[in-house]
């Protein structure tokens, strides 16, 4: 066993024996003082003396050994007080108070270790994705060996779905289709021609390649990632309990205060009384009773905090790391646009790619098939079908062979594909051509879009204290900086691998308490390097989802606001409760150092004064209403019905960007014709869309937003929405009138069309971020 190992492995058993000690602590302080408590009710009050001195003093050891092990670190803790006034209570034989005493600080170690408790970082799921073994190509074929047997230079093969074993460069005569998102975070698959560098830990998401290693095992990229995220987690000290910190001023002026009372009355049993009314209890109990409080909560809404010093550093983070694929955007690519060949519509161009792309197992012909069915089309059953890696796939599909995937459009690329070609640059789209019978038919342009509720989480964690929001990615510059414009991020760092993103993050700490939130294997060392670490745990790996601190159970991002409003609030509650309570007992000090308290008395104050603070502290398990507005049922069911219609009229908004693209040449009888199609697709399906959002949707989430104030900007949207319309319909009566689009309508019809396809993009997008990602 290596030493990281035994090291992880003792800690967790240590941990399970302090567990239990508190525990059994708990039950047998709680069992003397009942039973004390019920011998003294019949009458025997030796018997009660007795079991109430026994408990006092079986609290006297472990409360030791936490003073030994708080000192050994560096500080004295608020347990020292507690120490005394049982060490007191026992010279003085007020056991009474001692056991009080006694069952108060076995009550607030139970909750803190509960607060505490947390699952392993050991980073087994990066381990379980490394592979134990590689096919390597030898005289007498292909065999499979050990991992850390395979030298720099040997050939290996690479199968379909398989992990590339260790660093090496592509040859043969086959390019490599990878999935590197386990290193980049990116969902979209990277085609490595033959002479290009490869790392480990990519998934081969193509045909077998073969692969020539450039490096060991443990010279690989991906033996460096884990070593990393170990070295990175061992860097994060434990937090200093939120109780200690306020001891560092209490523990002294509660021993000024007990000796000072011993001699000026020459009574120890003063002093014993104000060190038991200075028994730290709502210390012990305000923090542990707010925090367990807090995860409560938190875990009520999909947000798992692993112990209490997560949610209190969370609440006091001041900069926000995010990672952009998974976490800012959903993961995975999405259709934008369809553009057709002249002669050929949009909406054909998509049922021929998805019919064929049924059979695929890529990722890109998957969302070109969902695309297709959340349009209601159609699809063909094609058959011949089949897949060259880093090319496409082709078959028959209606009597014509068709290819999706690389289109190669050797000497002058026509008008057409070079928009084409400027519409993939400008927005960062990855696109899959589609020919028919060899000549090029159109091009899906897909791309990984922003979440819904990336915007409205963003605005609310400023609201909550964060100063500081950056995006690390893996990604090129261009589209993570128009991410960042969008979202209005303070800062872009983009091309970074997983070292890269561990230096942003250790820079970003030496500023301010730092949060890191990703999702992928290739987030897990910036994770576990943060003083905080989230982890989208629906999707995300589970390798992010160890090296993290929280994860957020649900694929919604705006959780993560959740978890910010819901820390800073029970840490506030925390505070509270610890400074309220603290200044009661200063005046439970000040009566017993003049003597008006002795310590029987004393303990039952301060049993009363405990429970004045739990109560408060509970506070922090109500529902903080800030974070997000709460939704009436009929509200959220008519979200869900807009949000799909909205999936729907995707091929209206493109058809009338088509429309206007079609004006280009000219005005003649496709021109029209394809204007008048777009115009219908308005009148019949668009605008009775915006007609039952503005009479149905808005007045049911009004209340809701505090008003009809509220939705007016998007009123003023659909009424500009409408207008448009009226105006493209205008045009089409003049053409009617005169036989045809005169070349004076173009300007001004082209004005149009690309004006309202702006209008509903951005019209779109905004009831998405603002009022769709509002439902659960």
């Known amino acids: 066993m290596n030493r990281s190992a035994f090291t992880t492995r003792l800690r967790s058993a240590t941990g399970v024996v302090a567990a239990r000690l508190e525990s059994a602590l708990l039950t047998v302080t709680a069992a003397a003082l009942a039973a004390g408590g019920a011998a003294w009710l019949t009458g025997d009050g030796g018997l009660a003396d007795l079991l109430w001195g026994l408990g006092t003093l079986l609290a006297v050891p472990p409360a030791v050994g936490w003073v030994v092990d708080a000192l050994r670190h560096g500080h004295a803790g608020v347990d020292l007080i507690a120490v005394l006034a049982l060490g007191g209570t026992l010279a003085v034989r007020e056991n009474l108070a001692g056991a009080l005493i006694a069952l108060m600080l076995a009550t607030g170690r139970t909750l803190e270790a509960t607060a505490r408790r947390r699952a392993s970082h050991d980073l087994r799921a990066l381990l379980e994705h490394a592979p134990r073994s590689a096919r390597r190509r030898t005289a007498d074929g292909v065999v499979t060996v050990p991992l850390d047997e395979v030298a720099t230079g040997d050939l290996l093969v690479v199968g379909p779905g398989e992990v590339v074993p260790v660093d090496g460069r592509v040859e043969g005569s086959t390019a490599a289709d990878l999935d590197e998102s386990v290193l980049t975070g990116e969902a979209l698959s990277v085609e490595r021609p033959v002479g290009d560098s490869v790392r480990s830990g990519v998934v081969n998401a193509g045909g077998a390649f073969e692969l020539r290693a450039t490096a060991a095992e443990q010279d690989s990229t991906y033996a460096g990632i884990v070593r990393l995220a170990r070295q990175a987690g061992a860097e994060t000290a434990p937090v200093v309990r939120l109780a200690d910190r306020y001891a560092a001023w209490f523990l002294p002026l509660t021993l000024v205060v007990a000796g000072a009372a011993w001699l000026l009355s020459g009574s120890a049993v003063r002093a014993v009384a104000v060190l038991v009314v200075a028994t730290p209890c709502p210390l012990l109990l305000a923090a542990p009773v707010a925090i367990v409080s807090g995860l409560s909560r938190a875990s009520r809404l999909g947000v798992v905090m692993r112990d209490g010093s997560a949610l209190e550093n969370l609440g006091r983070a001041r900069t926000l790391l995010l990672d952009k694929t998974g976490t800012l955007t959903r993961g995975r690519p999405r259709v934008v646009d369809v553009l057709a060949a002249p002669g050929r519509q949009p909406i054909e161009v998509l049922r021929l790619a998805a019919s064929l792309d049924q059979y ?174 989230v982890a989208m745990g629906a999707r995300g790996s589970t390798a992010s989802s160890e090296a993290a601190d929280i994860v957020l159970t649900a694929d919604r991002v705006d959780r993560l606001a959740d978890a910010v409003f819901i820390s800073v609030r029970a840490r506030r509650i925390a505070v509270q409760s610890a400074l309220g309570g603290m200044a009661m007992s200063l005046a439970a000090m000040a009566a017993a150092a003049f003597g008006l308290l002795s310590p029987a008395p004393g303990a039952l104050l301060q049993e009363a004064i405990d429970v004045a603070v739990i109560l408060n502290a509970l506070r922090a398990l109500r529902v903080d209403r800030t974070a997000r507005p709460m939704l009436t049922p009929a509200a959220e069911e008519l979200i869900h019905r807009f949000a799909s219609e909205h999936d729907d009229l995707q091929d209206v908004v493109e058809a009338v960007r088509s429309a206007a693209d079609r004006l280009s040449d000219g005005p003649g009888p496709q021109t029209l014709a394809a204007v008048e199609g777009a115009h219908r697709l308005l009148t019949e399906r668009l605008l009775p869309h915006e007609y039952a959002e503005e009479h149905e949707l808005y007045p049911a989430l009004a209340p809701t937003l505090g008003g009809p104030e509220s939705t007016a900007t998007m009123s003023r949207a659909h009424t500009e929405i409408e207008r448009l319309s009226r105006r493209i319909a205008t045009h089409l009566r003049l053409a009617h009138a005169e036989g045809g689009l005169s070349p004076g309508q173009l300007d001004d019809l082209r004005c149009c069309l690309y004006g309202l396809h702006t209008v509903l993009r951005l019209h779109f997008t905004q009831e998405e971020e603002n009022y769709f990602s509002l439902a659960q």
């Open 360 to 533: 695929s197992p890529h990722v890109l012909a998957g969302a070109i098939v969902d695309s297709a069915h959340e349009r209601k089309l159609v699809l063909s059953v094609p058959s011949g079908v089949t897949e060259e890696p880093g090319r496409g796939a082709s078959g028959i599909v209606d009597g014509h062979r068709l290819l999706v995937g690389r289109c190669d459009l050797s000497g002058s690329r026509p008008p057409w594909a070079r928009a084409v070609d400027n519409r993939a640059l400008l927005d960062g789209a990855a696109v899959a051509w589609l020919s028919v019978d060899g000549c090029p038919a159109g091009a899906v342009l897909l791309r990984d879009p922003l979440r819904h509720d990336a915007a409205r989480t963003l605005r609310h964690l400023r609201a909550a204290g964060i100063e500081r929001l950056l995006m690390l990615t893996g990604d090129r510059a261009e589209p993570a900086r128009e991410v960042g414009a969008v979202l209005g991020l303070d800062g872009v760092r983009a091309g970074l691998d997983p070292i890269g993103k561990v230096a942003v993050v250790r820079a970003e700490r030496e500023r301010a308490v730092t949060v890191m939130v990703g999702d992928g294997v290739n987030d897990a060392p910036a994770l576990a390097a943060a003083d905080i670490g």
